[in-house]
């Protein structure tokens, strides 16, 4: 016979909203059996540093409320004992949850406890509720909630919730299945609906993370969507920029494409277009070297490896300085440019390649020589630009994707029906397809056309 499940109803006050870097102040426990209340627990906390003003005003425990009470080292063999071996539950789990094992593992205990939220909970059995918070949730439910702010009045408000989203699950069978669902899905922002998470595919494709607004946050890629969204909300991360980030996320959707590189390609696309605030790689994914022209002086045109401003814009890109640097001495010794008129650009620990500064007085014939050669070294750069198709797999087996890769830039990408002809490919491009090319999608599509050239339709 199955032992009896023991749940522990827990609500916490704070210096702060974060884990790290702030303390408890007061805990309540109340252990439930599923039928009753067997235990209850709770004592103010001495934080050990200060209680700021606005936390004050909230719950009313200032400094003089905790000098003499025990700090959280004295306690935590205790609640670590109360804790264990039961269900955590809270209202918003993750907040309190986190507090605790941060301290607990600060005195040396590891808490692993499953997680229920009554946020969640309560977003599954009372639906189209204006507000979810315990005090609005409290009001529409008709719980008595005394010392709002306070942890034990919380924890009892919370424990009165729990029980009645027990009895909302009659069958015993129906109730134990939802419950393990519950409990793999409390690791989720709780604002998020657990319809959005059951709807997420295992394939290929694109994901979004929106804000209460619908506002898109941040977009990420992935192989297998429903797992890389998972591993957001995996471990055990208490920085505060990672909470500030679970509990912006309200609604997650999604993007099927079919392939990773069409999953790439698209994450750039709507980060650059709606530039998420959780989104950091992308934003600074810019050439940092380029090969550009200008006019000196004497009229002569010069050729110089430069470290890019962002947006800068240049003859030819580059990612490392090598790059840049072989690519000049190739248009030197292809066109027999003078070194005078070029620049390398030198990296401090590279003293191998030099820049040539000096400028040795030359003819006015000489100098337009040199331009006619420069003009058609610029000339070729155009030259070099090449068009081509990538056609793979697409999101079912009657579609391929696409991308039009169309001097030297993406010009359009998406899903052409089985059917259609590579070499009219502009005529099947929708207007959707239509994309702003940027340096790290150029080199996403030419690593890829170098590694699969059976995939490449030259045109």
Avoid at 24 to 48: C, F, K, R
Avoid at 196 to 203: Q, T
Avoid at 345 to 372: G, M, R, W
Avoid at 432 to 442: A, I, R, V
């Amino acid at each position: 016979m199955e032992t009896q499940k023991l749940y522990a109803v827990v609500d916490i006050e704070t210096t702060g909203a974060f884990a790290k870097g702030n303390r408890i102040t007061e805990i309540a426990i109340i252990v439930h059996n599923g039928d009753t209340v067997t235990q209850e627990y709770q004592t103010l906390i001495n934080p050990q540093q200060e209680i700021p003003y606005h936390i004050q005003a909230l719950t009313g425990i200032d400094e003089d409320m905790v000098k003499d009470a025990p700090i959280f080292e004295e306690v935590a063999a205790e609640v670590f004992n109360i804790l264990k071996d039961k269900t955590f539950v809270a209202h918003n789990v993750s907040f309190d949850y986190s507090f605790i094992c941060n301290q607990l593992k600060e005195c040396g205990y590891n808490l692993q406890t499953p997680r229920l939220c009554t946020v969640r909970l309560s977003r599954k059995y009372f639906k189209g509720l204006p507000s979810y918070s315990l005090g609005k949730l409290c009001q529409s439910l008709g719980i008595t909630l005394i010392d709002r702010h306070r942890a034990y009045g919380d924890a009892k408000a919370t424990t009165i919730l729990f029980e009645k989203i027990l009895r909302e699950d009659g069958e015993e069978e129906v109730y134990k299945g939802q419950l393990k669902r519950e409990i793999q899905q409390s690791r989720f922002p709780s604002h998020v609906s657990p319809a959005e998470l059951e709807k997420l595919p295992a394939s290929t494709g694109v994901y979004f993370f929106r804000d209460k607004k619908g506002k898109l946050i941040y977009v990420g890629k992935a192989v297998n969507i429903k797992k890389r969204v998972n591993s957001h909300f995996s471990g055990h991360n208490i920085s505060q920029r990672r909470q500030l980030f679970i509990n912006d996320i309200y609604h997650i959707d999604f993007e099927e494409t079919g392939t990773e590189l069409m999953a790439l390609l698209k994450e750039c696309i709507y980060i650059k277009q709606n530039w998420p605030l959780y989104n950091k790689v992308l934003k600074k994914y810019e050439p940092k070297f380029g090969l550009i022209d200008y006019t000196d002086g004497r009229n002569a045109i010069r050729l110089c490896i430069s470290k890019l401003p962002p947006k800068h814009g240049a003859l030819a890109y580059f990612s490392t300085i090598a790059e840049a640097n072989t690519s000049l001495l190739r248009l030197i010794e292809t066109f027999n440019l003078n070194h005078s008129f070029c620049v390398f650009y030198q990296d401090k620990k590279n003293d191998d390649i030099k820049k040539t500064l000096s400028f040795p007085v030359y003819s006015a014939e000489f100098i337009e020589e040199h331009n006619d050669k420069a003009e058609q070294a610029i000339g070729s750069l155009e030259e070099d630009k090449t068009s081509f198709v990538l056609l793979d797999k697409g999101r079912n087996t009657g579609e391929k994707s696409y991308v039009y890769f169309k001097q030297n830039k993406v010009y359009a990408l998406g899903f052409l029906d089985g059917e259609n002809a590579v070499i009219d490919i502009e005529d099947y491009i929708k207007q959707e397809d239509l994309c702003q090319s940027n340096f790290y999608m150029c080199q996403l599509i030419k690593r890829y056309a170098l590694q699969n050239p059976n995939r490449v339709y030259k045109l």
